[in-house]
């Protein structure tokens, strides 16, 4: 071997270039660290034009001290999940900026509603933390309850029943899912709305869906408020009809005031 010359020229070479990608390695490491790299600025920006709740204010102590590395090793990963723990942060992404700089990308959590009492609702469906105060500075949120993984549900019903009450002009201002299931809503008229439970397929059950219920409900209640009162309560849980209270008597007649007045046929069970 070592009296062949294209060998040895070609070992030469291969040690060669071995030993230059090393000092250009080694330079680059070096490069990569000087002080010019390390990161000074972060630009922050929203997604959708501008940022009503999160601030340099509110950023810095979440991420104080939580941020490695320069321009070239910061793990933006890592960065990114520790933007997100900023109060009213819902999604984040980082991009660096040439030659110091990253810039962050805020989604702001929309806040729907209360949620449980003390956490909020996003417009996607999801809970998550912040000040309550600051989610009420233009309007008071609807108020919505339920068991914990139920929050997608209880939005989407929210959007329904905002539709199916439209007509009247109601809103709910409170949505209510039990531990059992059952829906109650309370609207801006003050009234409380027993919904009951989502219908089954079981023999011998209602199966009329909770619009078709609401429907029924709704064309009636211009009648039941201008005959009877005021509408207080309506259970609507019947299988062809549904019960309501209401805040006074009709002027024809003077019943128990806390007697409801009801669509019903006698002797009809709730499902």
Same mark, same amino acid.
């Not at 900026?97 to 962050?104: A, C, G």
């Not at 039990?178 to 009234?191: D, H, I, M």
């Not at 009809?241 to 019943?255: D, E, I, L, Q, Y």
């Given at each position: 071997?070592?009296?062949?010359?294209?060998?040895?020229?070609?070992?030469?070479?291969?040690?060669?270039?071995?030993?230059?990608?090393? %000092?250009?390695?080694?330079?680059?490491?070096w490069?990569?660290?000087?002080?010019?790299?390390?990161?000074?600025?972060?630009?922050?920006?929203?997604?959708?034009?501008?940022?009503?709740?999160?601030?340099?204010?509110?950023?810095?102590?979440?991420?104080?001290?939580?941020?490695?590395?320069?321009?070239?090793?910061?793990?933006l990963?890592?960065?990114?999940?520790?933007?997100?723990?900023?109060?009213?942060?819902?999604?984040?992404?980082?991009?660096?900026?040439?030659?110091?700089? %990253?810039?962050?990308t805020i989604?702001?959590?929309?806040?729907?509603?209360?949620?449980?009492?003390?956490?909020?609702?996003?417009?996607?469906?999801?809970?998550?933390?912040?000040?309550?105060?600051?989610?009420?500075?233009?309007?008071?949120?609807p108020?919505?309850?339920?068991?914990?993984?139920?929050?997608?549900?209880?939005?989407?019903?929210?959007?329904?029943?905002?539709?199916?009450?439209?007509?009247?002009?109601?809103?709910?201002?409170?949505?209510? %899912?039990?531990?059992?299931?059952?829906?109650?809503?309370?609207?801006?008229?003050?009234?409380?709305?027993?919904?009951?439970?989502?219908?089954?397929?079981?023999?011998?059950?209602?199966?009329?869906?909770?619009?078709?219920?609401?429907?029924?409900?709704?064309?009636?209640?211009?009648?039941?408020?201008?005959?009877?009162?005021?509408?207080?309560?309506?259970?609507?849980?019947y299988?062809?009809?549904?019960?309501?209270?209401?805040?006074?008597?009709?002027?024809?007649?003077?019943?128990n005031?806390?007697?409801?007045?009801?669509?019903?046929?006698?002797?009809?069970?709730?499902?």
């Open positions: 071997m070592w009296n062949d010359s294209r060998t040895l020229n070609l070992i030469a070479n291969t040690l060669y270039l071995a030993a230059a990608l090393v %000092l250009a390695a080694c330079a680059l490491l490069l990569a660290q000087r002080p010019v790299f390390a990161l000074q600025t972060i630009w922050i920006e929203a997604e959708d034009g501008t940022l009503q709740h999160v601030t340099p204010a509110s950023v810095h102590p979440a991420i104080s001290g939580r941020l490695t590395g320069n321009f070239f090793t910061a793990n990963e890592q960065m990114r999940q520790v933007f997100e723990t900023v109060p009213w942060v819902r999604q984040a992404s980082l991009r660096r900026q040439w030659p110091n700089s %990253l810039v962050v989604q702001e959590h929309q806040p729907l509603g209360l949620w449980n009492e003390n956490r909020l609702l996003n417009t996607y469906g999801e809970s998550f933390t912040a000040n309550l105060g600051e989610a009420e500075d233009d309007r008071q949120l108020i919505f309850a339920g068991p914990e993984g139920s929050e997608k549900l209880v939005a989407q019903r929210y959007a329904e029943l905002t539709r199916w009450f439209a007509p009247v002009k109601l809103d709910p201002l409170r949505v209510v %899912l039990t531990p059992r299931y059952a829906w109650q809503v309370e609207l801006s008229n003050g009234a409380i709305i027993d919904l009951g439970r989502e219908p089954t397929t079981a023999p011998g059950t209602d199966t009329a869906s909770l619009e078709a219920r609401v429907q029924r409900f709704v064309q009636a209640i211009p009648v039941i408020e201008s005959r009877i009162g005021k509408l207080e309560h309506a259970d609507l849980r299988p062809n009809g549904f019960a309501v209270t209401t805040a006074r008597p009709p002027a024809s007649a003077k019943p005031p806390r007697k409801p007045a009801s669509t019903m046929q006698p002797n009809q069970k709730r499902p």
